[in-house]
């Protein structure tokens, strides 16, 4: 009988201690579910960043890449424009006696300008 009441004993202990060891498994378990809860959030609230960060990216983009496009045309246009211009003066000719030395004077320095600045645009 005192066998039995020693097992017994032994028993209770055994299950307190089994008990105690479940309890800090089970707040073990918790505690890192918890902390998977938390970075699961964290990492849905940094994807969310990422996500508008890149729709940003590619709006900013195509706007660039239509005034790219835009600038492209006006360039052409513009050396299209130039190139006109220059053809149109080369017609021009100056005469050294005209009535009013200085007026012409004037006009050469003024078609002298348009002329160099029309050269300098490549066509």
Do not use: H, W
């Amino acid at each position: 009988m005192a066998q039995s009441k020693t097992e017994t004993e032994q028993t209770i202990v055994c299950s307190q201690q089994a008990n105690e060891a479940l309890k800090r498994i089970n707040a073990a378990v918790t505690d890192v579910s918890d902390q998977l809860a938390s970075a699961t959030e964290e990492l849905a609230v940094v994807s969310g960043t990422i996500n508008e960060n890149m729709e940003n990216i590619a709006n900013a983009v195509e706007g660039t890449t239509v005034k790219s496009t835009e600038l492209s045309v006006s360039s052409q246009q513009l050396r299209q424009m130039a190139s006109e211009m220059k053809k149109s003066l080369s017609g021009f000719k100056l005469y050294a006696n005209y009535e009013n030395q200085s007026r012409t004077s004037e006009k050469v320095e003024l078609i002298s300008l348009v002329v160099n600045c029309v050269s300098c645009i490549k066509p």
